[in-house]
C-alpha cells in the first residue's frame, strides 16, 4: 500500500511541470536596418562659453563731485582718450588755486629766508652774529625749502584732480552701459 502516496506525488509532481503545454516565446524587438556608406558630415561641438571682449575696462571716477555731462552713446565707438564724463570741476579748479597760492608764499618765504642766511653769512664770518644764530638762519632755510616741496606736491595733486574731472577712455574700444546718469554725484572709487 505504499504505492498510493508514491503515485499520488507522482502527479503532484506532473501537474507542477505545466504538463503538456508547450513553452511561450516572447515575440522579438524590431530592428531597423540600414546600410552603411562613407560621407563627409560637419562636426558639432556643442559647450557652455563665456564671450569676453580681450580688453575690458570699468571705468571708476578718480575723484567726487556731480557728474555734469557724458560725451557718448551707449553701445557706440570711443576711441583711447575721448572725453567720456565729465564731473564738476569747480571745487577742484578752487583747491588748484589755493595749492598754487601755497607755493608763492612759500617760494617768497624761502628767499627771504636765503637772503637773511646771505646776509648773516658776511656777519657770522666777522663775529658780529653768534654761530648758534647763523646755525638758525640756515636751518630756517631748509625749513623753507620743505615747504616749498610740500607745497609742490599739494600743486601736483590738485592739477591731477582737477584733470581727474575729465573721465576719458583708457583704451579704444566698444562703450558699454554707464551705470550713474547725469545729474548724480559720483564719489571717489565708487560709481
Known amino acids: 500500500m505504499r504505492i498510493f502516496p ?12 505545466g504538463g503538456d503545454s508547450p513553452p511561450q516565446v516572447k ?10 556608406r562613407t560621407a563627409t558630415v560637419p562636426l558639432y561641438l556643442d559647450a557652455l562659453g563665456r564671450l569676453a571682449a580681450s580688453d575690458a ?22 576711441e583711447k582718450g575721448q572725453l567720456l564724463f565729465r564731473i564738476d570741476p569747480r571745487k577742484y579748479r578752487a583747491n588748484l588755486q589755493e595749492a598754487t597760492g601755497r607755493l608763492e608764499q612759500a617760494v617768497a618765504e624761502l628767499t627771504v629766508r636765503e637772503l637773511e642766511l646771505a646776509r648773516n653769512a658776511n656777519l657770522a664770518k666777522k663775529d658780529f652774529v ?7 638762519f640756515g636751518a630756517e632755510v631748509a625749513e623753507a625749502e620743505g615747504s616749498v616741496l610740500s607745497a609742490q606736491g599739494s600743486l601736483a595733486t590738485a592739477e591731477i584732480n582737477l584733470a581727474f574731472t575729465d573721465v576719458r577712455a583708457p583704451i579704444a574700444g566698444i562703450a558699454g ?14 560709481s
Open 130 to 136: 653768534s654761530k648758534q644764530q647763523y646755525d638758525r
Open 27 to 36: 515575440p522579438g524587438t524590431p530592428v531597423e536596418v540600414a546600410t552603411s
Open 57 to 78: 575696462v570699468n571705468i571708476t571716477p578718480q575723484v567726487s563731485g556731480q557728474l555734469l555731462s557724458a560725451h557718448f552713446e551707449q553701445g557706440s565707438r570711443v
Open 6 to 17: 508514491a503515485l499520488a506525488l507522482l502527479i503532484l509532481l506532473i501537474s507542477a511541470c
Open 177 to 190: 552701459l554707464y551705470q550713474t546718469d547725469v545729474g548724480n554725484i559720483v564719489t571717489m572709487g565708487g
